[in-house]
């Protein structure tokens, strides 16, 4: 059993932590914790946001006091030991590798000493935990990727990355859910829906999810893009795409 700390953030807020590094065991524990909270229903809890080995608890100062809630956390935390998770949502990503899908897939494989297809290859061959969302709405922090092909963040920010563009920064890679600015290299590009204010839930995505990305020609790209659009597809309505 891990050892809980369990901190203030401001004034209302408490942050559990369940380690300092990031390790599958710990971000079960972690997503254990917050499905056993939901189920709790404290009053004055108002969110639960995930993290990598942390789990932020948000609640109203005037509805619940932060010590009682503190006693609480940790009685919940010894309960939840016999919460069953279930299996993991596994969803495939379909992805355009390269071209003008991924401008810096090139680059990766010239820094790694590989071929584009390897990388593509590499890429592809594993499934990702999603540990969390963050950055922009909606957007996944993946565990799992080789350091076959690991590269650094560009020297200069992209002030526009497209929606659904496929990045590696360092040993991460990660989807920019929505346009926005960002420094990871651009290797492929979805044509999923990541997030959708209009959806609910809003996000594709939650922690503990699992992503396989799926290689597909450009064709196959703008096929799947056409069917989103038109709500028939993954990332339209929230159900496609799962495994």
């Known amino acids: 059993m891990t050892k809980l700390r369990i901190l203030l ?19 079960r524990e972690v997503r254990e914790l917050w499905r056993a909270i939901e189920r709790a229903q404290i009053p004055g809890v108002l969110d639960l946001v995930p993290a990598y080995r942390s789990l932020l608890v948000s609640y109203d100062p005037l509805a619940a006091d932060p010590d009682e809630l503190r006693v609480r956390l940790l009685e919940i935390d010894r309960q939840k030991r016999s919460l069953d998770l279930g299996s993991p949502r596994l969803i495939q990503v379909p992805t355009a590798y390269g071209g003008e899908f991924g401008p810096d897939l090139a680059f990766v494989a010239r820094h790694n000493g590989l071929t584009e297809a390897e990388v593509i290859e590499i890429h592809a061959g594993t499934d990702y935990l999603v540990y969390m969302l963050g950055f922009s709405p909606g957007f996944p922090y993946l565990g799992g990727m080789s350091p076959r092909i690991a590269t650094p963040r560009l020297a200069t920010p992209r002030l526009a990355i497209p929606a659904g563009s496929v990045g590696i920064a360092q040993q991460q ?3 920019y859910p929505v346009e926005s600015p960002g420094g990871w290299q651009l290797i492929g590009r979805t044509p999923l829906r990541l997030f959708d204010s209009g959806r609910q839930p809003p996000a594709l995505l939650e922690a503990g999810d699992s992503i396989r990305f799926v290689p597909v020609t450009p064709e196959e790209y703008a096929e799947i893009e056409r069917r989103v659009r038109a709500g028939l597809e993954a990332g339209a309505d929230g ?3 799962v495994a």
Do not use: Q
């Not at 401001?10 to 065991?25: C, I, T």
């Open 173 to 175: 890679t990660g989807i």
């Open 239 to 241: 159900d496609g795409g």
């Open 9 to 27: 953030a401001g004034d209302a807020a408490l942050v559990v932590e369940f380690g300092d590094r990031v390790d599958p065991a710990l971000n």
